[in-house]
């Protein structure tokens, strides 16, 4: 694929990395243009440019590596160019205390498709930090590290797929769009767990066979379900 970059942060690095490696056209594009060439430069195959000639030259995905709050306004000076890519947002709407400063409102997802109507925007890769996807590749006890995908075009769905199997994890079907709204809550619970807390997030999920309960149904054979 020929991948455009926006943005010249921790997440453009660490995605932009493994793409190059895999095999994947990638341009970087940054306000800045010393730093889209640093970034570039140490992807070891990149190209750089500014954030337009990036997002005109992507053919497949866009990938929107921009805080939260600036995204918007860069995706709608570009919504031409975007025009039939996929835009792939990665960013997690979390501000002081950990909280979710989308609450009440569309998640960042959906500002970005808003501001970008012509685009199939996707949601991926928010839930960890980006020293976890700059692992070679993200595997945990033998497991590869599962990746939620949002969106509602199938296409889009499965160029997102690759490059998640591209970074060495394993992509999970995350629902459609409407959904982002709960990756990016889960993100805000989860880092308030992790650094607020210092809890181990994954200890209060028990293993999937037990997900439903101890045993999948009950003593009259019937299949078990969440409480109201």
């Not at 709608?76 to 996929?86: I, N, S, W």
Request: aromatic residues 4%; charged residues 20%; negative net charge.
């Amino acid at each position: 694929m020929r991948i455009g970059v926006l943005g010249t942060g921790n997440m453009a690095d660490a995605l932009a990395t493994h793409w190059v490696r895999a095999g994947h056209e990638v341009i970087i594009g940054g306000r800045d243009p010393h730093r889209a060439e640093l970034l570039a430069t140490r992807t070891g195959g990149a190209k750089h440019a500014g954030l337009r000639a990036a997002a005109e030259s992507a053919q497949e995905v866009v990938l929107a590596a921009l805080p939260f709050g600036a995204g918007v306004e860069v995706v709608r000076d570009l919504r031409a160019a975007l025009e039939g890519k996929v835009l792939l947002d990665c960013s997690n709407p979390v501000g002081q205390g950990f909280r979710l400063l989308t609450e009440g409102g569309p998640s960042a997802a959906r500002q970005l498709a808003a501001a970008a109507p012509g685009a199939h925007v996707v949601k991926a890769f928010n839930l960890c930090h980006e020293d976890v996807w700059r692992m070679r590749p993200p595997v945990f006890d033998g497991r590869p590290l599962a990746v939620p995908v949002c969106g509602d075009d199938g296409t889009a769905l499965a160029r997102v797929r690759e490059l998640v199997r591209d970074v060495g994890c394993e992509p999970v079907a995350g629902g459609g769009l409407d959904r982002a709204a709960l990756l990016e809550a889960t993100a805000a619970l989860f880092i308030g767990l992790w650094v607020g807390e210092g809890v181990d997030a994954q200890a209060i999920a028990p293993p999937l066979a037990y997900a439903a309960g101890p045993g999948h149904q009950d003593a009259e054979g019937s299949t078990g379900a969440f409480p109201a």
